[in-house]
């Protein structure tokens, strides 16, 4: 098989995205017959058909579908060869993109690598964060979206080598007029006849909770959905509903606010997070001196900070 050429695979990835060859056309200037021509290369170059002529436009094949996705796979590591590179030129000598869940995001992330930016050794190193699911966090590092990725160790790494990073311990986070405020520790299932808020139905720790909450028979009523960690707390707040998260997360949102922040005693609610990335020589060099940098913190595991509350009854 012939080579493929990147200019092909960026017009095959719009006329499948825009479901188009006139559109594509339109969006890359030039000539639908000459991306026409294009893709009756490509596919006599993989030998399959690759997409469907529909009387409103096109649509990829089964196979198709599965250049598509190779194809977007390459085509963002052609771009962020070409970021690299410029960078270099304009006087970074490394980059890092890193993946990682709102929780990581929301604790001790963005102390770690202000630490690690701040040696002078390292001040020629540009680091990129992104925000997303563990699920997504996994992908995205297997498909080279990224090099580095933090999440919760319990995710299912497919296969992706992993390092220890920092731990932390999640709560049920209330208004103190709820009537399990008075609580200091709590199970999680003592929690599950009252309604709760979360950030998404799809994020390790939902999938979790639903799970623990099937174990003990019952079901995790999700009464209200939001974007971020500031919109739980604000509507455990107006005591909408109650939340679990992390106290390393609400403790300080809470001390202003007069929340309760009540551990819960359950073994899976100490977590650790993990480093995720397709191998140490993928890595470069300055990714490898991240990983080091951030893995160093998995040797003091922080303890769940002491929430004092009055007991119950």
């Not at 695979?9 to 719009?14: D, G, H, P, S």
């Amino acid at each position: 098989m012939r080579d493929l050429d990147l200019t092909t695979l960026r017009l095959f990835v719009a006329v499948c995205e825009l479901r188009s060859i006139a559109r594509a056309g339109e969006q890359s200037s030039i000539v639908g017959s000459a991306i026409s021509k294009r893709l009756a290369a490509l596919e006599e170059t993989v030998g399959v058909r690759l997409l469907i002529r529909r009387r409103h436009g096109v649509a990829p094949t089964p196979a198709g579908e599965t250049l598509l996705e190779h194809a977007r796979a390459m085509l963002a590591s052609a771009d962020r060869i070409r970021r690299d590179m410029l960078s270099y030129a304009s006087g970074v000598k490394g980059q890092v993109r890193v993946l990682a869940t709102a929780s990581v995001l929301a604790e001790k992330l963005a102390e770690d690598l202000a630490g690690f930016l701040q040696n002078p050794d390292y001040r020629n190193i540009q680091i990129d964060i992104e925000e997303r699911l563990s699920v997504d966090v996994i992908r995205g590092i297997k498909e080279g979206v990224a090099s580095v990725g933090i999440c919760w160790d319990a995710a299912d790494f497919q296969g992706l080598r992993t390092r220890p990073y920092r731990t932390d311990h999640l709560a049920i986070v209330m208004h103190p007029d709820h009537p399990l405020a008075g609580f200091k520790a709590l199970p999680f299932d003592a929690t599950l006849d009252y309604e709760q808020v979360s950030i998404s139905s799809a994020s390790a720790v939902q999938v979790m909770l639903k799970r623990q909450a099937s174990l003990a028979g019952k079901q995790l009523v999700e009464r209200v959905f939001v974007s971020n960690l500031n919109a739980v707390l604000r509507v455990v707040l107006a005591n909408l509903a109650i939340s679990v998260l992390p106290i390393e997360v609400a403790q300080t949102y809470a001390n202003v606010q007069a929340l309760r922040v009540i551990p819960l005693t359950d073994e899976w609610a100490s977590r650790r997070f993990a480093l995720c990335f397709r191998s140490e020589d993928a890595l470069t060099p300055a990714a490898r001196l991240l990983v080091d940098h951030l893995g160093a913190f998995s040797l003091a595991r922080s303890e769940a900070p002491a929430v004092t509350h009055p007991a119950r009854g």
